[in-house]
């Protein structure tokens, strides 16, 4: 069955290290997306990626970088980790404009 | 003002009533919008989605739709416990590049009490 999966499930890294979070879905979906979820702020938009080589900035992108080299990967990158990047975060991915999107299982990355 | 806007919770409600979500949005140029159910340490699940304005109905759920006003409810009747759970209102954003951006609301968490 096609699936979305995030690796890995938890992370324990310190301030200062770069993190690769990795997302890969097997449904050969164009858009994919990266939020992280925080108690009191919901499902916050860091990157979405429309195709290959098409990345685009959301709501919390400073410190967060992505890139879209075929169609099954979005890896989120935390370029230097802070404390307050400690979140639970989900990966999706949807066929195109206006369909459903699928979940991964959410990876909780605790930066100390 | 943020893009989209869900009614502060915590929501409860008794067993076998009607639970009532709203979530208003600022982009008149939306066109999809989605309701998700997210169960406490799971990932989000689709429950409805609806394109045009007024009523979908899908078993105890119906979605409804107001374009004008710019909000979109949910309400699921004969409410369950296995209802309680925390309900995120999405809605597509289609952007200058012709990117999906896919934005949700902060939640509301629903409590249906035995």
């Known amino acids: 069955d096609a699936e979305i999966t995030q690796s890995p499930r938890h992370k324990i890294t310190e301030t200062g290290r770069q993190v690769t979070l990795a997302c890969h879905q097997t449904w050969n979906h164009n858009n994919m997306f990266w939020y992280r979820q925080d108690l009191g702020h919901g499902l916050r938009l860091i990157h979405y990626?429309?195709?290959?080589?098409?990345?685009n900035k959301g709501e919390v992108s400073d410190g967060y970088s992505v890139s879209r080299s075929n169609t099954e990967d979005l890896p989120l990158t935390l370029e230097s980790a802070a404390s307050s990047q400690t979140s639970v975060y989900f990966c999706?991915?949807?066929?195109?404009?206006?369909?459903?999107?699928?979940f991964g299982q959410g990876t909780r990355l605790t930066v100390v | 003002q943020k893009e989209v806007e869900q009614n502060s919770g915590p929501l409860s409600v008794p067993e076998g009533a009607i639970a009532s979500l709203n979530c208003t949005y600022s982009?008149?140029?939306?066109?999809?919008f989605f309701w998700y159910r997210q169960y406490s340490g799971k990932s989000p699940e689709l429950i409805m989605f609806i394109y045009s304005n007024g009523d979908k109905e899908d078993g105890r759920f119906t979605a409804q739709l107001n374009k004008a006003s710019q909000y979109v409810s949910l309400l699921i009747r004969d409410s369950q416990p296995s209802d309680s759970a925390t309900y995120l209102c999405a809605v597509a954003l289609i952007t200058q590049g012709g990117s999906e951006k896919l934005v949700f609301g902060k939640g509301t968490k629903l409590t249906v009490n035995p």
């Open positions: 990626s429309y195709g290959v080589q098409d990345t």
């Open positions: 999706a991915s949807s066929r195109g404009i206006g369909t459903e999107a699928f």
């Open positions: 982009d008149r140029g939306s066109q999809s």
